[in-house]
């Protein structure tokens, strides 16, 4: 099994045990080794082989004995075991927004449940409220929740659809015959989720380069295969479009096939007005085909500079290339450090000195450190005593760093429930800088949330705003806020707003972060890591700062360490009383 494999069965064990009732304590240990093996920077074989396993955090002795014997033989006599007794059904209702293992076992328990269909039909028939501790408001709530994963269940997250599309293009760029190859569609625009994956390649002849792909080991079945095109399924779920065209055609089809729909049609009614007409396979015009080697030909063929694949949403972004005013984007590389990630001092996994080290090793300059308060209690939230000794600790390692990289201490504080924030002031004053975020009370009125956030972005201590609708992509939608409101309010008090770069949040999302930028807010694009491999997570935080028009100078952390610490050292000056 690969680790990604182990990782799953590990997770769904916890998920089997909980739905038993066993104590949360081991449940939990399965949820902190999966995310352990997810974070793994080394190959599981070979911390296997040289006996290291046991060394990760996050992973005891029993522990490295379950994932040896899974890694190794690919089976687990327990998960075996646990899997025949529960009714399948039962893990998939785990996945319903509102429910839990706990609720899942009272359904099974109360009214005999075994699938989402007998509980869609209890729900119906008015059965689940009356289970006793759920109620009326509950049984809206799991019913909100099936509706909201019918809706986005065949969508999958951008990391996921990155995941699975990496190996095969890099397969398919070097299959014989194969003289260029790129993804297309949502994947290649970078949207938050992906339907399904397009794969486009350039040969003289495609057919045998098709024939190869239909064989691929990843591939469950073959639901179309043509010529020029092949349609399967993939063995992880979503469906894989690979389309095959001759190297003359490629600038044309990799737009089309980029898309999106929107973009496209407004690209071909301007070619129409300009009497040309454009196709997936050609330009043409008046006196025959016009020859783009490339996509950035193609759009100065139309009278327009190159549009970025990013903001091919016709949100404007043909008439900036017509009049040249089209951002320069943001970039990667453009990015100097961040700011809220989590350590062992609250719910991380690795230590304060490793995180520092791979901020290092990614060429950080900076690495701002943001554990959770002392009310988010379930993720290890710090004491004001323990806030005092991490001072000290991270006063020490910056002195023993020296200048090669800087560490800032943050917090992320927990938003109240009426918008105050979860230390006194004076403690507030002590950190470098603060992150707000809500982790709790998220049914709070529209009215009353809004009020919340608004109140706890205009506090003067309060540097930036953390992950503003909770939403969780594909899981759960964010609570009820107006964000326009909390955007003119983080506006006016010199506020910043992140884009949590997790890509379970994405959050602000890019519409809104550009809506932000518009109102003169400065984004920051925080990785909301909880071990050194969630650092990698900033990738996708450029992604939607790109799908938002957003450059280098609209992002904080662009800027070079010296600019960052005084900008902090003067907190919000212009906005102080
Ligand atoms: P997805 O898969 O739902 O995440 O979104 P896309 O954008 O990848 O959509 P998909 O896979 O159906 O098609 C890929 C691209 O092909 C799409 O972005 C634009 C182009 N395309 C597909 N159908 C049409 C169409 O009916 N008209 C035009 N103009 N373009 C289309
Ligand atoms: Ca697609
Ligand atoms: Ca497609
Ligand atoms: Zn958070």
Same mark, same amino acid.
């Given at each position: 099994m690969d680790t990604e494999a182990v990782a799953r069965t590990l997770e769904e064990l916890g998920i089997l045990l909980e739905i038993r009732g066993e104590n949360p304590f081991r449940c939990r240990a399965y949820h902190t080794a999966a995310q352990a093996l997810r974070g793994l920077t080394e190959d599981l074989t070979d911390l296997i082989a040289s006996g290291r396993l046991e060394q990760i955090p996050g992973i005891g002795a029993s522990m490295r004995d379950k994932i040896t014997r899974l890694a190794t033989t690919g089976r687990l006599e327990e998960y075996e075991a646990l899997r025949r007794e529960t009714p399948s059904g039962l893990i998939a209702l785990?996945? @319903?927004?509102?429910?839990g293992p706990k609720k899942v076992r009272a359904l099974h328990e109360a009214l005999g449940i075994r699938s989402l269909e007998d509980l869609k039909a209890a729900l119906r028939a008015g059965k689940v409220a009356a289970i006793k501790g759920f109620g009326e408001k509950t049984a809206a709530r799991i019913a909100e929740g099936i509706s909201f994963l019918e809706s986005s269940s065949e969508r999958i997250r951008l990391d996921t659809a990155t995941r699975l599309a990496l190996p095969l293009l890099e397969r398919l760029r070097t299959t014989p015959g194969v003289a260029q190859a790129d993804w297309g569609g949502s994947l290649r625009r970078r949207?938050?989720?992906?339907?399904d994956l397009d794969l486009l390649f350039a040969a003289d002849d495609p057919a045998p380069v098709l024939a190869a792909c239909a064989g691929?080991?990843?591939?469950?079945? @073959?639901?179309a295969q043509g010529s020029t095109r092949l349609s399967v399924r993939l063995s992880e779920g979503p469906q894989l479009d690979v389309r095959g065209v001759l190297p003359s055609q490629y600038a044309f089809a990799l737009n089309y096939f980029t898309g999106s729909k929107a973009h496209n049609i407004h690209l071909r009614r301007r070619a129409q007005e300009r009497g040309l007409k454009l196709s997936e396979y050609a330009l043409e015009g008046p006196r025959g085909a016009i020859a783009c080697r490339d996509e950035a030909a193609l759009y100065r063929a139309l009278g327009l500079s190159y549009i970025p694949p990013e903001l091919r949403e016709d949100q404007g972004e043909i008439e900036a290339a017509e009049s040249g005013s089209l951002p320069k984007l943001l970039e990667y590389a453009h990015l100097k450090g961040t700011f809220h990630c989590h350590t062992d001092w609250s719910d991380g996994l690795d230590s304060l000195e490793a995180m520092v080290e791979a901020a290092r090793s990614l060429g950080l300059e900076y690495l701002g450190i943001a554990d959770h308060s002392r009310s988010a209690a379930y993720a290890g939230g710090l004491s004001i005593e323990r806030v005092r000794e991490q001072r000290s600790a991270i006063d020490r390692l910056n002195q023993s760093l020296g200048p090669a990289i800087r560490v800032f201490q943050g917090i992320e504080c927990d938003i109240l429930a009426d918008g105050s924030?979860?230390?006194?002031d004076e403690v507030l004053a002590g950190f470098d800088y603060v992150v707000a975020s809500v982790h709790?009370?998220?049914?709070?009125s529209r009215q009353d949330m809004t009020a919340r956030i608004c109140r706890a972005a205009a506090h003067p201590r309060v540097t930036m705003l953390g992950h503003p609708t909770g939403r969780l992509i594909l899981a759960r939608a964010g609570y009820e806020v107006d964000l326009n409101e909390v955007i003119a309010v983080c506006a006016r008090h010199g506020t910043m707003i992140e884009i949590n770069a997790d890509p379970h949040r994405l959050d602000l999302d890019a519409l809104h972060a550009r809506a932000a930028r518009q109102a003169g807010v400065t984004i920051v694009i925080n990785p909301?890591?909880?071990?050194?491999?969630?650092?990698?997570n900033l990738q996708f935080g450029v992604d939607v700062a790109r799908r938002a028009w957003l450059t280098s100078a609209d992002v904080f952390n662009t800027r070079p360490a010296r600019q960052v610490a005084a900008a902090l050292a003067a907190g919000k000056a212009s906005s102080r009383p």
């Open positions: 785990v996945r @319903v927004p509102g429910l949207a938050e989720t992906i339907g691929w080991p990843e591939v469950e079945s @073959v639901l924030l979860d230390y006194p709790s009370n998220f049914r709070l909301d890591a909880h071990a050194t491999a969630g650092l990698a």
